[in-house]
């Protein structure tokens, strides 16, 4: 028997409420995020930036507090980022200028580059999705085009499909949990249609094909964790019993992005047509869903106010990472997380730092911010008209800052220039400008951006990164207004809110050194102005 849930209806079992009604924000990681991936223990989350100019390295953050382990750079920027199933390797997905698809793996422990695969979808275009099979021996890459093709991990071999599915059309790929079946768009039987395959993985035969419910297919399939329901993104969530094929119920709503909890009970997606007030593009409120029943649960928009571009469940407890204004963690405080699955090998063991976090390890921090080694600074202005960033990356050498600065400007019928300057701050001014963020007044809480309804689409966001012997004192701020009030602050994993415009104030004073006119004159250029 079918059924359907509606937007409002909250009827779900006691022990899922329960659960849900325990989930809370627990800490922040202050880091714009294009892709990210779990470990498989669910330990550590690892991003890729998405501030248009660092695209092209990946930061592994231990959960559990926040830290930053380390930064695993590419020569090209990440498009797709899959963590394998043992936990020792990290693939991602980009292609180079030649447009040729390029998949490399890296070592999760010491961060070096161990296989680099390419050539396999010669002049086709970047790579969109990236999944390792469940025994870690194929990757499954998917191609612009949605074209699939499915690699042996140990050598970058293409494996070809008695079907030739690995040369159709797919949007959507998922294996199964014990990995004898994966799922596509099926490219032979109602593919116009949006209807479903399920194929086996080893010969590529069809095995079964499950109805369509509607032809507005979007591209995500996941399994539940136990193999037994199959969610997929149409217009809505529709989902099938994965053993008879059958449709079992759909969630309406305007949602994408569905994930499944580690112990497939709760589904969380995103609903980018539903919410009050300026919601920017490519966000969309946060709805928790009884994956039994398909009724709604919670929606964490509604109290917290808070908008995602992209949630994902931890495949171990009820972690639940939601990427806004940074990732924030949302789990049930003090949560024991085992996982039978997981593996044993602890994948960042060593790494993490002994740390306590109180206000007066704060207070430490601002006061020896003038003992910086580096400043990063990333200013990011997306209007109506055009876009901009600017990028310094400075590191003290010899009594002054020293380092490149790299200018983007984009604009109407896709004018697009670029420029990179040496830089050069006098360490007297570094220090002033240190001076000034030291005296910012710091309270605890969870950062907000405040943003203003002006009828148009506008996205601002400064991140000020000071390196202090081995630590990262992060200053942020997504808030509209002159002053980008107000600015967040993340030290040792805590979140940290700043009501003060002290930070502007501060990178103001470094402003006759970041050749601000060098930005201006790409926005007289891409605008078409003399």
């Not at 092209?56 to 990440?78: F, K, M």
């Not at 600017?390 to 984009?410: C, I, N, P, S, W």
Request: charged fraction near 20%.
């Amino acid at each position: 028997m079918l059924a359907s849930a509606g937007r409002n209806h909250f009827l779900v079992s006691g022990e899922v409420a329960q659960l849900i009604s325990q989930l809370e924000p627990l800490r922040t990681i202050t880091t714009q995020v294009s892709s990210m991936t779990w470990s498989p223990d669910g330990r550590a989350l690892a991003t890729v930036a998405s501030d248009g100019l660092r695209s092209d390295a990946v930061e592994l953050w231990d959960v559990e507090t926040g830290v930053r382990i380390r930064q695993i750079a590419s020569e090209r920027p990440i498009s797709a980022l899959a963590w394998s199933p043992d936990g020792s390797t990290l693939a991602t997905a980009s292609d180079n200028s030649d447009n040729n698809s390029i998949v490399e793996l890296f070592n999760v422990e010491t961060g070096e580059k161990s296989e680099t695969f390419r050539g396999f979808a010669p002049e086709v275009g970047r790579p969109t999705n990236l999944q390792w099979s469940p025994d870690g021996s194929t990757l499954a890459v998917t191609v612009a085009g949605n074209q699939l093709r499915l690699l042996d991990a140990t050598n970058g071999e293409e494996r070809y499909l008695d079907t030739g599915l690995s040369h159709r059309f797919v949007n959507g790929l998922a294996w199964s949990p014990d990995g004898r079946l994966f799922a596509s768009t099926d490219a032979e039987v109602e593919y116009s249609t949006g209807a479903l395959g399920l194929y086996d993985s080893a010969t590529g035969e069809l095995v079964r094909s499950l109805p369509s419910v509607s032809s507005d297919y979007r591209g995500s399939i996941l399994w539940s964790p136990d193999g037994s329901i199959i969610a997929v993104e149409l217009s809505n969530i529709a989902l099938y019993d994965a053993s008879t094929g059958e449709h079992k119920l759909t969630i309406h709503g305007n949602l994408s992005n569905v994930t499944w909890s580690s112990d497939g009970r709760i589904l969380a997606t995103i609903d980018r047509g539903q919410g009050s007030g300026f919601i920017p593009q490519g966000y969309g409120t946060i709805r928790l869903w009884d994956a039994a029943t398909g009724s709604e649960v919670r929606n964490l928009s509604a109290n917290e106010d808070i908008v995602s571009s992209y949630v994902s469940w931890s495949p171990v407890g009820h972690t639940l990472a939601i990427v806004s204004a940074g990732v924030t963690f949302w789990g049930v405080r003090n949560e024991v997380q085992v996982s039978k699955n997981a593996p044993t090998r602890t994948v960042i063991s060593s790494q993490l730092p002994a740390l306590t976090h109180s206000e007066t390890e704060v207070e430490v921090a601002l006061t020896r911010l003038e003992e910086a080694t580096s400043v990063r600074i990333m200013d990011k202005n997306d209007l109506p008209t055009r876009d901009t960033y600017a990028y310094y990356e400075l590191a003290r050498v010899a009594g002054q800052f020293t380092g490149k600065g790299k200018f983007e400007a984009y604009g109407e019928e896709y004018r697009h220039v670029s420029a990179e300057e040496d830089i050069s701050i006098p360490i007297s001014a570094v220090q002033d400008f240190l001076n000034i963020l030291s005296t910012a007044p710091v309270e605890e809480g969870v950062y907000e951006p405040k943003v203003v309804d002006i009828g148009e689409f506008t996205y601002s966001h400064i991140r000020i990164e000071i390196q202090v012997d081995r630590k990262t004192i992060l200053f942020h701020s997504a808030s509209d207004g002159e002053d980008r009030t107000p600015w967040g602050m993340n030290i040792g994993g805590e979140s940290y809110i700043i009501n003060s415009a002290i930070p502007t104030h501060a990178l103001r004073s470094l402003n006759p050194y970041l050749k601000q006119d060098v930005l201006d004159r790409m926005v007289h250029e891409v605008q078409g102005q003399k």
